[in-house]
């Protein structure tokens, strides 16, 4: 029985890709190898937790120990590597948990993978990463494939030293690997740290929604699902040692999405004043203007398209956090109130 890690399981794109990956791969053994840190939550994997061809690892991948022996039990073929930290926000608070995880954490199970599979072709190392690598865009252009890395977050620094480290392991030991990197995913089981999940939190509570600046920021956004899809086409049929772009060419400016967020808010739930509660806050410092990417002409060849509009998805998102109230209390714990007051506490005086 072939079986895939997925790092970061737990987590929210992790967790629909655990999802996809143990119904429509039975064959398969999945292994979700998490730490569980603030982000990570096992209600997010619900029944699979009881699947049978589905194990659940509690480890951190920075430690080299604790990888050997899950090694040992559960010898992998892929590794499907998510598990990082993910919030720019927290990044700029302190980077260093950022070196950890995403750095370290991606070297301990490159130099693991080196030296367990040896010179097998048959083995996957996928890379997932972000569109931050590349910088920030002005008004015009795109992100495309070889288009240059110009982090400029601890964020997007940390994952462009993981995703050169990977490529410098295909190129000097032969590992094969796959990279892609995606822009801004939304859908149920986001943390509420992230924009789309704060504002309806912030909705839900009739608190003041945090716009930074003038909300003039444009990202590239993407139903979660649909980029599960392509991670695992590209697992299976991308071209080994190539990095591939994902995006679903929707770019928006913060402030649209934020007024679409509350007209739909205020649509299924009878309140009329929502967009009133829009408030402009000091912006975060760095902040990278415009993301917008120009998805890998091989992506689409291998038949990957986008299957969910931006309206509908982001109606059936507003609807899951409606109805998912109880997942809400329970992520919302005493360390993430107070991250939400080191962060929120003054701006929104
Ligand atoms: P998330 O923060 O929701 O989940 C991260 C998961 O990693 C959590 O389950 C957490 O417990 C786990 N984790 C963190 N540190 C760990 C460690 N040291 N050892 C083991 N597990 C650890 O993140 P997400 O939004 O689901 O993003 C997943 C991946 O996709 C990340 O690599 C991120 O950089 C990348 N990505 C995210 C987006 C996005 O919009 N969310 C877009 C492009 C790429
Ligand atoms: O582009 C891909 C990246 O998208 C991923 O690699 C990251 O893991 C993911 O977190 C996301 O990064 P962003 O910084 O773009 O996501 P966030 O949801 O934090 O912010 C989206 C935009 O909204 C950004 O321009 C900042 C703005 N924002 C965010 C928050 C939390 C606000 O205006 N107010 C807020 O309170």
Redesign the pocket.
């Known amino acids: 029985m072939p079986t895939v890690w997925i790092?970061?399981?737990?987590?929210?794109?992790?967790s629909h890709l655990v999802r996809f990956f143990v119904y429509s791969h039975p064959d398969w053994r999945v292994v979700t190898?998490?730490?569980?840190?603030?982000?990570?939550?096992l209600a997010n994997l619900g029944e699979v937790l009881q699947k049978p061809n589905h194990v659940f690892s509690r480890?951190?991948?920075?430690d080299a120990a604790a990888v050997e022996t899950l090694w040992e039990q559960h010898p992998p073929d892929w590794i499907l590597?998510?598990?990082?930290?993910?919030?720019v926000d927290r990044s700029i608070l302190s980077p260093l948990d950022f070196l950890?995880?995403?750095v370290s954490?991606t070297v301990t199970l490159l130099e693991i993978a080196r030296k367990r599979w040896g010179s097998r072709k048959d083995v996957l190392f996928y890379q997932?990463?972000?569109?931050e690598v590349y910088g920030s865009l002005s008004q015009e252009g795109f992100f495309q494939e070889g288009s240059p890395y110009d982090p400029r977050s601890p964020?997007a620094a940390s994952?462009a030293a993981a995703d050169h480290f990977v490529r410098a392991y295909g190129h000097t030991y032969g590992l094969p690997y796959v990279i892609s990197?995606?822009?801004?995913?939304?859908g149920p089981f986001?943390?509420p740290e992230?924009l789309i999940p704060l504002v309806l939190t912030h909705l839900m509570e009739r608190r003041p929604i945090p716009v930074y600046g003038e909300g003039k920021n444009v990202r590239d956004w993407i139903y979660v699902e649909d980029?599960v899809r392509a991670i695992a086409l590209l697992a299976e049929k991308g071209r080994r040692g190539h990095t591939y772009l994902i995006g679903a060419q929707n770019t928006r400016p913060n402030i649209e999405v934020v007024t679409l967020l509350c007209k739909l808010y205020d649509e299924l739930t009878g309140h009329r004043d929502s967009e009133s509660l829009i408030t402009f806050v000091k912006d975060r410092p760095g902040h990278d203007f415009r993301y917008a990417i120009q998805p890998s002409p091989h992506l689409y060849e291998l038949g990957w398209r986008p299957s969910v509009s931006f309206e509908t998805g982001l109606r059936q998102t507003v609807e899951w956090y409606l109805t998912h109230t109880d997942w809400l209390d329970a992520v919302r714990t005493g360390a993430y109130r107070s991250f939400y007051e080191q962060q929120y506490g003054e701006r929104l005086l």
Do not use: M, P, R, W
Not at 7 to 14: D, E, N, S, Y
Not at 128 to 131: E, G, I
Not at 181 to 186: F, I, M, P, R, S
């Open positions: 790092t970061g399981g737990a987590g929210f794109i992790g190898v998490d730490a569980l840190t603030y982000a990570g939550n480890i951190d991948i920075a590597h998510l598990a990082a930290e993910s919030h950890h995880t995403n954490g997932v990463s972000t569109d964020y994952k990197n995606c822009g801004n995913n939304y986001q943390f992230k980029h």
